[in-house]
Nanobody
Framework: QVQLVESGGGLVQPGGSLRLSCAAS????????MGWYRQAPGKQRELVATIGSLGITTYADSVRGRFTISRDNAKNTVYLQMNSLKPEDTAVYYCNVASGTWSLPWGQGTQVTVSS
């Protein structure tokens, strides 16, 4: 059964850092472009970063220069290093395939709260 398990969220002060992890129980993980998404209260889920099967990365303008996405195909895991966090980064963060047309079953996400 396909499963995505996100972890690493928490409460952090503005300017702080967090590293999120997503373990994916999918076969041939390395073939998939993966993405990190987030959903803030009252807002639609948005894609913030992607990493292709060959390691090419893209970022939303709002996080470029502060967030870094990476992957470890041997561990079927994708990471999101978040630095210089801002209150507007507060959201539930999810990982999934980086596709606009299909998705794997969504995991429970991990809550990130940036507040002083």
């Amino acid at each position: 059964q396909v499963q995505l398990v996100e972890s690493g969220g928490g409460l952090v002060q503005p300017g702080g850092s967090l590293r999120l992890s997503c373990a994916a129980s999918i076969s041939i993980f390395s073939n998939y472009a993966m993405g990190w998404y987030r959903q803030a209260p009252g807002k639609q889920r948005e894609l913030v970063a992607t990493i292709g099967s060959l390691g090419i990365t893209t970022y939303a303008d709002s996080v470029r220069g502060r967030f870094t996405i990476s992957r470890d195909n041997a561990k079927n895991t994708v990471y999101l290093q978040m630095n210089s966090l801002k209150p507007e980064d507060t959201a539930v963060y999810y990982c999934n395939v980086a596709s606009g047309t299909w998705s794997l079953p969504w995991g429970q996400g991990t809550q990130v709260t940036v507040s002083s």
